[in-house]
């Protein structure tokens, strides 16, 4: 027999861990509504050439990190590896991209193939928030106050906030010239790595990891100053407004996002309680990726929170979070089709019921019942099952006589009353 293992890289996520994911993932609706953000899905499998275009081939993701495979009719298919590019496809398939603006999000499995440490695995989550048609910096502003306030929500502590400029392709070709320049001079003090990104990606040098060409990076010029008089502006607009807004943040020159769609705001935002994988957040504008993609020029901008590091910093497991209401103790035949009966009426409530589906001793039954800490408990033997009839009472109370109650099936009135009374509960 084979024991069958999942893939390296994936996780299963358990009934007791989903009781926190649920819980992040409710407390995140719930905000973005608040916020008027709308819900898009989009298929996991899309087309390779979706990624290559829109994520860019000198990128870690398209060049590393992608599940790719022939499907049967010799298609290449890609597990999407991030959401973007998906939604903008999406947009521009479905011609909404022409729609004056939206707010977007969504939320669901990504995969890349990396090294799986905590919280880095191949198979992992993300919510994304995308704002397409949205030009001015509030809206920069407005993305980032939505990522900050959520990851705030979550109790999330000790979270710092980069931001950079990135300028427009203008600019950027401006600092690119001088950059490669300055490489040049530089080129042997690089680790490796970075030599190789001069001729294919020479802007991602600036998101090396490697210590040693960090420090040299220091002295490396600066996009900020190649920016343009208006660029210069809206970066001096978003400051200010998050200085105003209370948001605090630090400037980070050196971030990019090393896609060439990305425009002026870039931002991350870390928890210094993460370790190595510090990155919570990732965001920018890209006002340049939707023409590029085929659709109307479109001014755009969003993030992506990775949801296995938000899990790992939300503290402890949670215990269930609620308990049963009613658990359905009944032993004999008539009395188990009644039983049936009566639990799908109770699901009409908002009540958390478990019918027992053991065949056991009542006493077993009961103690099952207890283990639980159910609120109550219904219980029909043949006796009652006969007589169409259920006893109903709450459990654990010392004198539960004066709460026990033996109810008709078809008296819906009387069954009411004991929930309202005794449960608080009402028929939803
Ligand atoms: P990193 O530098 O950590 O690889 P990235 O720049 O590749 O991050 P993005 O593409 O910006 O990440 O994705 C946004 C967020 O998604 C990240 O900040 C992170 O929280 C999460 N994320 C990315 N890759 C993984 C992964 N393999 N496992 C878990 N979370 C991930
Ligand atoms: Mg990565």
Redesign the pocket.
Known sequence: MNNFKNLR?TVDLLPDQLIKWQNVEKIIIEQLFRASVKEIRTPILEMTELFMRGIGEGT??VSK?MYTFLDRGERSCTLR??GTASVVRALIQNGVSSKPSQKLWYMGP?F?Y?R?QA????Q???L?VEFVGYESARSDIEIITLAWDILEKLGIKELNLEINTLGDQNDRSNFQKAFLKWLEVNKNSLDLDSQKRIDKNPLRIL?T?NVQTKKILEDSPKLVDFLSEKSLERYLTIKDKLKLLKIPFIENFNLV??LDYYTHTAF??TSGLLGS???????GRYDNLISQMGGTETPAIG????????ILLSGKDLEESRETDIYIVNKGLNAETMAMDLSRKLRNYDLKTELDLSGASFSKQFKKANKLKSKSIIVIGDDEALKNEFIIRLFNQENFENMEETISVDDVTKLDNWLDKNLLLKRS
């Open positions: 890289g870690d993701v990190e590896p991030e990504m890349r990396e799986p919280g880095r695995q191949r992992f989550h993300q994304g998101d990891k996002r090393g991350e935002i994988q510090a990155t919570v957040c990732g965001g993030f992506a929170i990775g949801l296995e590091r938000l």
